[in-house]
């Protein structure tokens, strides 16, 4: 969802992502207590999704550029993601399952009629990360960036500007943006973001994935990995169609998956795993898959 002052363009060219300023979306950003609304794009709560206009339009290229071929890296962010006596360690292998299949399903080829977006094998990328170290309780923006660029320079895997790193995070955590937090957080206002930021090799497509503890990121009667597969399908998505905020829909500012966030309800879908509905320019409206 667009909640900033000033948006970013992409620009892809050979595989080089860079990014230029644009302007707009002030009226959008004025209220909102999100620290990093300059590069970030957050998933609305169950709450905050019924603020989305029930008048939706066809979204449009604001000059910016997507990920043709996208792969997605997982970083698991505490001890118990490695330990295979874990209900987390469960937790995170459902994920890597869902992101191997996810890239060449009908849920994913929706996203195929922006800009030449092609299926893909969104693990096919470098290895994920399983970092037995305990993150704070209280995960910043900054600190997910800083875990991302420690992926890089722990030798775990090269930069790839077509790749989003994904921060998973444990139910002890919460991810927090200026007086705005998680599941977990003392002030619930989202239940995941991706966003973008200038790293030494180019520009990095990374997300929070904060655990789906608290109902309003949370489908009822849906396990916690399932809650999870939701986020990932929503993020991972957005990333690739809207990589640094520039693909926007002109009159609401929601990207493709906000303007189908939460309604029609999320649904389990192809190989039994959690899906949200995503937008499509071709019947302009919410749809499964394409």
């Known amino acids: 969802m667009r909640i900033r002052a000033l948006k970013s363009a992409l620009a892809l060219s050979c595989g080089l992502l860079s990014m230029v300023a644009s302007a707009g979306a002030a009226e959008k950003a004025s209220n909102k207590p ?3 609304a300059d590069h970030v794009i957050y998933m609305p ?14 979204i449009s290229d604001h000059g910016g550029g997507v990920v043709v071929s996208a792969k997605v890296v997982f970083i698991f962010w505490g001890p118990n993601f490695a330990n295979a006596a874990s209900a987390d360690h469960t937790y995170a292998t459902t994920l890597q399952a ?25 693990g096919s990328g470098t290895a994920d990360w399983f970092d037995t170290s305990a993150p704070p309780t209280k995960v910043t923006d900054a ?26 995070l444990p139910s002890t955590s919460y991810s927090s943006s200026g007086g705005s937090s998680s599941c977990g957080g003392p002030h619930l206002s989202y239940c995941a973001y991706h966003g973008a930021y200038t790293g030494t090799s180019g520009t990095v497509l990374y997300s929070i994935e904060p ?5 309003g990121c949370k ?15 929503h993020e991972t998505r957005e990333a690739v169609t809207d990589p640094v905020n520039a693909w926007w829909n002109s009159s609401t500012g929601a990207e493709a998956d906000d303007q189908c966030a939460w309604s029609p309800t999320p649904f389990i879908g192809t190989n039994g795993y959690a ?12 749809v499964k898959t394409r």
């Open 219 to 233: 489908v009822s009667g849906w396990n916690d990995a399932q809650n999870q597969e939701h986020f990932v399908c």
């Open 211 to 215: 655990y789906p503890s608290c109902s």
């Open 143 to 168: 600190t997910v960036q800083a875990e991302v660029n420690r992926y890089f320079s722990g030798g775990h895997g090269a930069y790839n500007s077509s790749t989003i790193y994904e921060v998973v």
């Open 98 to 122: 869902f992101r191997n299949q996810f890239g060449t399903t009908g849920e994913y080829n929706v996203i195929t009629q922006y800009s030449g977006i092609q299926l893909a094998n969104l």
């Open 34 to 36: 999100f620290a990093d």
């Open 275 to 286: 899906y949200q509905y995503e937008w499509s320019n071709l019947v302009t409206g919410c």
């Open 45 to 58: 709560t169950r709450d905050a999704a019924k603020r989305v206009p029930s008048k939706l339009t066809n």
